[in-house]
């Protein structure tokens, strides 16, 4: 079993910053790809971007490119999201997952935390 844990979210103003962290526990990180989904109020659950085991590949839903960035440190099991110049259509709850394989699917991750809300107003 894994259990995941988000923090850091909370409201900003547009143009503004966040960080969000996801600490693992119950197996060993390293073997596990990460990602992050959000979820809006009445829309479905979204891919936002995700990170291989390694931490050498990731990929990035388009409108996020170049404005989130994910990272992971395999010595503290804790995956993060960096968050720039967010948008009032960023607002939603965002979910780390983790899973065997390095995937923009959700279904293919195992592993999922409570989330956390990030609201961005304008």
């Known amino acids: 079993q894994v259990q995941l844990v988000e923090s850091g979210g909370g409201l900003v103003q547009a143009g503004g910053s966040l960080r969000l962290s996801c600490a693992a526990s119950?197996?060993?990180?390293?073997?596990?790809?990460m990602g992050w989904f959000r979820q809006a109020p009445g829309k479905e659950r979204e891919f936002v971007t995700a990170?291989?085991?390694?931490?050498?590949?990731?990929s990035y839903r388009d409108s996020v490119k170049g404005r989130f960035t994910i990272s992971r440190d395999n010595a503290k099991n804790t995956v993060y999201l960096q968050m720039n110049n967010l948008k009032p259509e960023d607002t939603a709850v965002y979910y780390c997952?983790?899973?065997?394989?390095?995937?923009?699917?959700?279904?293919?991750?195992?592993?999922w935390g409570q989330g956390t809300q990030v609201t961005v107003s304008s």
């Open positions: 119950g197996r060993t990180f390293a073997s596990l790809a």
């Open positions: 990170i291989s085991r390694s931490g050498s590949t990731t």
């Open positions: 997952a983790a899973g065997p394989g390095y995937t923009a699917v959700a279904r293919m991750y195992n592993y």
